[in-house]
């Protein structure tokens, strides 16, 4: 048996794809990559933003529901909150850290002020500015390790990017791990999903078996708080849940650069009621602010 897997075609998605296809392996069974352009990779010098929603996932998701592959892997923090009604989630990998990370000689708080700070995230560039409102924030594109080059090139002072990201491409450069209460990360940041055809029952069977049940409660407990609030990858707003033994810790961030909003939760459930109740919250405490994004 070969499962065709569709994906991106940048180096990080072709490594997050060898350690689906290793999973794959342990069981014996064999794959290979179908690889996709995306919106986001045929218009790589613009703002994310300007783009739409879905832009890395669309054309991926596409190729599994017109057969050409058996199923996608992606970038979980990519997927958006609802879907294709035909496809679901099949599985998970075992999270990597999904902290955001400053690539630069100084932390955030040493940083010199009119310093050049690199990201292409609305939220972080909120974040940012909230924590530091002498620095510059100026947009950046391109593939992790493309990013990497315009630092080191010295286009840039810093840049933020996932240390998911730095971690799977092995790249060694300095960088200091931005703590989740002023940086709360994208929801499902630092997760590698599978998504296949719902009618596909032999092959949710084979995920059923690699998928990490702590990570996929974290996921779905993120998804459900972004449900309430109306985000997505392209919204100021960071969730992050964490299992820690039954229960649940949640932390959920928005930030119009002049304000920030954080909310906490802990308890034990159903992940979706909870990432429900966390995104309420949220959601409410920015209404009581007088905000609306």
């Known amino acids: 048996m070969k499962i065709r897997i569709a994906s991106r075609g940048s180096k990080l998605s072709k490594i997050q794809v060898d350690m689906v296809g ?71 990998l075992k999270r990597d850290p999904p902290n955001d990370v400053l690539i630069s000689d100084k932390n955030i708080d040493k940083i010199e002020s009119n310093a050049i700070i690199g990201t292409s995230s609305i939220r972080r560039k909120n974040f940012v500015t909230f924590l530091r409102g002498d620095l510059q924030v100026k947009d950046l594109r391109g593939n992790v390790d493309t990013r990497i080059k315009k630092y080191l090139s010295g286009e840039y002072n810093a840049i933020i990017v996932a240390e998911a990201s730095i971690k799977r491409l092995n790249i060694n450069v300095k960088y200091f791990r931005l703590n989740i209460y002023d940086f709360t990360p994208e929801p499902n940041q630092g997760i590698i999903v599978v998504i296949g055809r719902k009618k596909d029952e032999e092959l949710k069977k084979i995920f059923k078996k690699i998928n990490d049940e702590d990570t996929l409660a974290e996921a779905l407990a993120e998804r459900a708080a972004v449900s309430i609030l109306g985000g997505g990858c392209h919204s100021p707003i960071g969730v992050l849940f964490r299992k820690e033994g039954n229960e649940l810790f949640g932390i959920g961030s928005f930030s119009d650069g002049k304000r920030k909003i954080t909310t906490i939760i802990s308890k034990s459930g159903d992940p979706v009621q909870i990432g429900s109740e966390l995104g309420l919250m949220l959601k409410k405490e920015i209404k009581n602010e007088g905000i609306i994004f």
């Open 22 to 92: 290793q999973k794959l392996k342990e069981l014996g069974i064999e794959y290979e990559m179908i690889e996709i352009k995306t919106k986001a990779d045929i218009f790589s010098n613009e703002p994310l933003y300007k783009l739409g929603k879905g832009v890395f996932e669309k054309e991926v998701n596409e190729a599994v529901l017109e057969g050409k592959a058996d199923i996608a892997v992606h970038s979980m923090k990519d997927i958006l909150t609802q879907i294709n009604p035909n496809l679901e989630i099949f599985g998970v």
